[in-house]
């Protein structure tokens, strides 16, 4: 199915079942565990093997020798397989760094082998054995030192946009800024670590692991191995966390492939929690220059953001001056970025790249030239709105609503109640609101789905299709119900497997929308053959509760398969609607922050996130991902950063109890909002993602909240105390 036309009324707009706060039908297994993530996959007919990853200790150079055969002569070792063993390969389409083969070490704890025992314990054990010689080379590891060298990227990627003549409009106004902003590098973090299970039957291999993408890691596993992608069969039906970090694929799955056809066993490996930082991705950090000019009335004339960030050689860049092309009007604009090399590991796609550390700056730069022209800062971005892309303007917003976003959730916040910097106290607490926008594009990708129709009535779906803690099963399954005319609890998923159609896969808040359209795509399909079954004039063919109908004929939808079953498959895919309306979603984020005093301390008191994201499939899953993503906002804002050894090249911080992600203790109340919207120009569904725009402002509106407590505006991430404490009142 194309979709290169506006939306139209379609059975999803019934509403019976899309759209209901139906609890997840995965949770059960989930909460009693009988959910089998990568690592914990069994067969009693099997004999695993554990495989333990040896990681180079240095960031640049080359291996010159290795010395395994203390390894080898280690208790319950089967084997050890190098870098070396396995020689130069081809390197993944969506991987920056090589994984493994070859001596060329490009970032530290880059796999360099593995060692497979009998037990976790006894691999561990020997891949402290392996003596390895290098060839040392130079690195650079500080974005700081690095900027000056920093370049243009290739045009037909990320150009440089520039509207009117910002440098002579911003030299005439009257009001002005311009400031610097930091964000650091910051881990994905997620709770399950990067696990992948191999099993060969002859020149076949079977890989259960952690994936958001199938299609992608099979490609690129196939690539880099030199295997035939149709000889791996990928699963991964349950994913613990990825946000990003489980897109491409990743050293697990590789090692386990080689370590099991090297034992002929099924071979797990995991990779432990420093691994997880130094040896996969991360999201790059940034320097943002902002400037900013407006009139006395606070009216935007001139507007420039410029990031720069770094990767290895061939990476890519930190996409943080995106939200600012399209948030706010403004006739002279002009963006630009530049990517700096830097021998760290790989920075790459983290929840809502590029405007998640993008808004980390631009909407303090909001706030600072609110204050500066005397405006109230909600008021301030409600009068410089656009319901046109500023850099486009003959192409209008498809839906867009920041200003009810802003002005809802201000009622909501009990905004008036807000005071002047430093002013308000509760005991030994600085209090303060602070507010944010929120963008994040609309982004689709093709999909595919199998319906299957049984005698029962059963409808199975097949895509596919990830679900990362996002809910996944639960909406694909209302889609299905919503188009069969059927419950919930008589459409069965299947989702995570290479056998099954491609689908969009988790990421880039695309997966929600883009499969379940798939999926809306192949019922059209299933819906066409039951008509033909039947004999029914497709055209005013109805589901409805269980049956069929058509005219004054019913026939229940068990009945209209036969003994055989019937099938619908197909794919969405997607036309040029972008190309004259931009699709975005937007959000207002409200926080309340107390400060101590004495020592800085900060403290979330509530939160608000206010979302306009088209149609909500399930508000109780769009909820969950929504505070989901407003926690790790307030990671990002107070306490997040991987810490650079700019010496060795590599993340110090690397385990959750030095990486210091936000707890429950750090978050009390928060609430979500949902503004009743539907973008026919998004999908069949009417409906875009939620997952990133939740993140998208949220640490701002908590800097932002800060310095309405304290009068201490902080501009480099994230807000310690230390940065706080030397400006903060005297104690009284």
Request: charged share 20%; with cysteine; proline share 5%.
């Amino acid at each position: 199915m194309q979709f290169d036309t506006p939306a139209t009324t379609n059975p999803i707009d019934n509403l019976k079942v899309v759209g209901q706060p139906i609890h997840r039908i995965d949770g059960q297994l989930k909460t009693t565990g009988r959910a089998m993530y990568a690592y914990e996959w069994h067969d009693p007919n099997m004999r695993y093997a554990y495989g333990y990853p040896v990681g180079s200790a240095i960031a640049k150079g080359r291996i010159t020798s290795m010395d395994v055969s203390a390894a080898k002569r280690s208790p319950g070792v089967l084997a050890v397989v190098t870098t070396l063993d396995i020689g130069e390969r081809k390197k993944g389409k969506f991987n920056t760094a090589k994984l493994f083969g070859g001596d060329e070490v490009q970032h530290y704890h880059q796999a360099i082998a593995v060692v497979v025992a009998e037990t976790f314990e006894q691999a561990r054990a020997a891949a402290a054995l392996v003596k390895v010689d290098y060839a040392e080379e130079k690195g650079v590891f500080d974005l700081g030192e690095a900027k000056v060298s920093a370049v243009k990227p290739d045009e037909s990627q990320q150009p440089d946009t520039a509207t009117g003549d910002f440098e002579t409009a911003f030299s005439a106004v009257p009001v002005t800024l311009d400031e610097t902003y930091t964000t650091p590098d910051q881990s994905h973090a997620m709770m399950e670590p990067h696990a992948s299970i191999a099993a060969w039957n002859g020149d076949e291999v079977t890989v259960w692991t952690s994936s958001q993408m199938i299609d992608w890691w099979r490609s690129d596993l196939a690539t880099t191995l030199d295997i035939d992608k149709e000889k791996i069969h990928l699963m991964s039906p349950f994913i613990g966390g990825g946000f990003g970090g489980k897109l491409f694929l990743r050293a697990d799955a590789v090692l386990a492939v080689v370590g099991a056809r090297a034992i002929g066993r099924p071979v797990k490996v995991a990779l432990p929690r420093p691994f997880m930082m130094n040896n996969t991705t991360h999201r790059p950090a940034t320097i943002q220059r902002i400037r900013i000019g407006t009139e006395r009335d606070g009216k935007i004339t001139a507007i420039a953001h410029e990031s720069w960030s770094g990767d290895l050689p061939g990476g890519g860049l930190e996409t943080a001056v995106n939200q600012t092309r399209l948030l706010y009007a403004g006739a002279n604009r002009m963006t630009a970025m530049r990517l700096a090399t830097l021998h760290l590991p790989e920075g790459n796609a983290m929840r809502a790249p590029g405007e998640a550390p993008g808004l980390m700056a631009l909407e303090i730069a909001i706030d600072e030239i609110a204050e500066k022209v005397g405006m109230d800062p909600v008021q301030f971005r409600i009068v410089n709105d656009t319901q046109i892309d500023p850099e486009k303007p003959q192409r209008p917003f498809s839906q867009r609503n920041l200003i009810g976003c802003l002005r809802l959730g201000a009622e909501r916040f009990g905004w008036s109640e807000r005071g002047r910097p430093g002013s308000k106290r509760d005991g030994n607490w600085l209090v303060g609101m602070g507010v944010a926008a929120a963008v994040r594009n609309n982004l689709v990708l093709p999909s595919g789905a199998r319906v299957k129709l049984d005698r029962e009535g059963v409808v199975t779906v097949e895509t596919d299709m990830t679900d990362i803690g996002t809910g996944s099963y639960t909406i694909i399954a209302q889609t299905a119900a919503e188009m069969m005319g059927v419950t919930i609890d008589k459409v069965a998923v299947q989702l995570g497997d290479s056998r099954f159609p491609v689908s969009a896969g988790s990421g880039g808040q695309f997966g929600a929308n883009s499969s379940t359209s798939g999926v809306y795509a192949a019922c059209v399909k299933l819906r066409e053959a039951v008509a033909k079954k039947l004999g029914f004039n497709s055209g005013d063919i109805v589901f409805e509760n269980g049956e069929v109908r058509s005219g004054d004929r019913s026939v229940p939808l068990a009945e209209a398969t036969g003994p055989d079953g019937l099938v619908g498959e197909d794919t969405i895919t997607w036309g040029d609607l972008t190309d004259t309306h931009q699709q975005s979603t937007f959000g207002a984020h409200f926080v309340e922050v107390g400060v101590d005093i004495a020592t800085g301390e900060s403290r979330i008191r509530r939160m608000l996130a206010v979302c306009a994201a088209g149609r909500i499939l399930n508000p109780i899953t769009a909820r969950s991902q929504v505070i989901g993503a407003m926690t790790m906002g307030a990671g990002g804002a107070l306490s997040e950063e991987l810490v650079v050894d700019t010496r060795r090249g590599f993340f110090v911080n690397h385990d959750l109890a030095s990486y210091e992600v936000a707890v429950h203790a750090d978050i009390p109340h928060q609430e979500v909002i949902f503004m009743d919207e539907t973008d026919p120009m998004s999908s069949p569904m009417k409906a875009k993602g939620v997952g990133e725009l939740g993140l998208c402002g949220v640490a701002a509106a908590i800097a932002n909240a800060v310095y309405n407590a304290t009068g201490v505006r902080v501009r480099h991430y994230p807000l310690t105390l230390d940065k706080l404490i030397g400006g903060l009142p005297d104690v009284a």
